[in-house]
């Protein structure tokens, strides 16, 4: 046995045996492995400091137990946080989806309701030729400009490009050059009354052809004996020049205000 008698210690090999074997030697008891006086003097030293490194060793495999206790639970630990945010996270992201689709719903539901109601309005009978556009030389003024001596019609101020609609559903009886009226369009209504168009820098619209209230039948111009851009309006009893009628009194006893 590598045993220092001089030092009374274990060498590095035996020391290493006898912490492994220490608690084993002890259970069968040590009269059973010592065959002699001078092996029994030689186990005794080496059992005795067996015993006295054993519960350091103890003591070091416990800590060690215990770290790896520690470290075992701090991870489940971790791994339960971890779980916990990401069903958060899902529910957090299913609940954005849901309310995205309610306001999706919501605006569809309100787009159709609108709709809807669009729908079940009645639609006017009769418009203005214009949108926005004011009355600027009223019907029957006095001048030299009008081969009679007075204006057959009224205007309303425009630009140039300015949409011009046809007030009421009708037939087109006339698109095209009008002398004095430049370019115009004149249209037969339902209730037989006409209504004439003129100065038109663009004419989109043809003989013949069906127009709805509202309906654009030209766009606002200069043509003709003018001397800016606007829209001349007429109202009249038959489709020619003289059978015209007060066009204010024509367009406010249906319903459109002038201002």
């Given at each position: 046995m590598a045993f220092n008698r001089a030092s009374g210690k274990l060498n590095r090999s035996t020391r290493s045996i006898c912490l492994g074997t220490a608690a084993a030697a002890v259970a069968v008891g040590v009269a059973g492995v010592v065959a002699g006086p001078a092996a029994a003097a030689e186990h005794k030293n080496t059992f005795s400091e067996a015993l006295a490194i054993a519960p350091s060793l103890a003591g070091h495999v416990a800590d060690q137990a215990a770290a790896q206790k520690s470290a075992a639970a701090e991870k489940a630990e971790a791994e339960k946080k971890a779980a916990a945010?990401?069903?958060?996270?899902?529910?957090?992201?299913?609940?954005?989806?849901?309310?995205?689709?309610?306001?999706?719903?919501?605006?569809?539901?309100?787009?159709?309701?609108?709709?809807?109601?669009?729908?079940?309005?009645?639609?006017?009978?009769?418009?203005?030729?214009?949108?926005?556009?004011?009355?600027?030389?009223?019907?029957?003024?006095?001048?030299?400009?009008?081969?009679?001596?007075?204006?057959?019609?009224?205007d309303f101020a425009?630009?140039?490009?300015?949409?011009?609609?046809?007030?009421?559903?009708?037939?087109?009886?006339?698109?095209?050059?009008?002398?004095?009226?430049?370019?115009?369009?004149?249209?037969k209504h339902n209730d037989g009354t006409y209504t004439q168009y003129g100065h038109l820098s663009a004419i989109g619209v043809s003989v013949g052809q069906q127009v709805g209230v509202g309906q654009e039948i030209g766009k606002v111009g200069s043509t003709g004996n003018s001397t800016g851009p606007h829209l001349h309006f007429e109202a009249r009893t038959a489709p020619g020049y003289g059978s015209d009628m007060d066009p204010v009194d024509y367009l406010r006893g249906k319903g459109v205000p002038l201002s």
């Open positions: 945010k990401k069903a958060a996270e899902k529910k957090a992201a299913a609940k954005k989806a849901a309310e995205k689709k309610a306001a999706e719903k919501k605006a569809a539901a309100e787009r159709e309701d609108a709709e809807r109601a669009n729908r079940s309005k009645p639609r006017p009978s009769v418009v203005a030729p214009v949108t926005g556009g004011d009355v600027t030389t009223p019907y029957k003024s006095g001048g030299q400009m009008w081969s009679s001596g007075k204006h057959s019609g009224i425009a630009r140039t490009g300015t949409p011009v609609k046809s007030v009421a559903a009708g037939t087109v009886v006339t698109a095209g050059w009008g002398g004095a009226y430049g370019n115009n369009i004149v249209v």
